[in-house]
């Protein structure tokens, strides 16, 4: 049984920064994909960055292009999500996901098969 929990989230300042762990544990992830989703209120859950495991390819939203970075940790079986220069815009309950395919495209929510419970970011002006 695969599990994502996720970690990291809270309250900050413009400008500021937050970290958020994935912790992923139930499987072998080599041949996954990870990524990472927010959902807004009122708003549609929407494709934030993705890193495929073997290999460490990623991919970005362009509103997070140069300002977030996904990355894993093999040892730890655990995906990161480092934000910096957060905006209030960035509001947002995250949500990892996992792929049992790694070739999926990163950026279709309806293609990862595994869901966190979601951890809550804010972002004050």
């Known amino acids: 049984q695969v599990q994502l929990v996720e970690s990291g989230g809270g309250l900050v300042q413009a400008g500021g920064s937050l970290r958020l762990s994935c912790a992923a544990s139930?499987?072998?992830?080599?041949?996954?994909?990870m990524g990472w989703f927010r959902q807004a209120p009122g708003k549609e859950r929407e494709f934030v960055a993705a890193i495929r495991w073997s290999g460490g390819s990623t991919n970005y939203a362009d509103s997070v292009k140069g300002r977030f970075t996904v990355s894993r940790d093999s040892a730890k079986n655990t995906v990161y999500l480092q934000m910096n220069s957060l905006k209030p815009e960035d509001t947002a309950v995250y949500y990892c996901?996992?792929?049992?395919?790694?070739?999926?495209?990163?950026?279709?929510?309806?293609?990862?098969?595994?869901w966190g419970q979601g951890t809550q970011v804010t972002v004050s002006s």
């Open positions: 139930g499987r072998t992830f080599s041949g996954y994909a």
């Open positions: 996901a996992a792929a049992e395919s790694i070739q999926i495209p990163l950026r279709d929510r309806d293609r990862y098969d595994y």
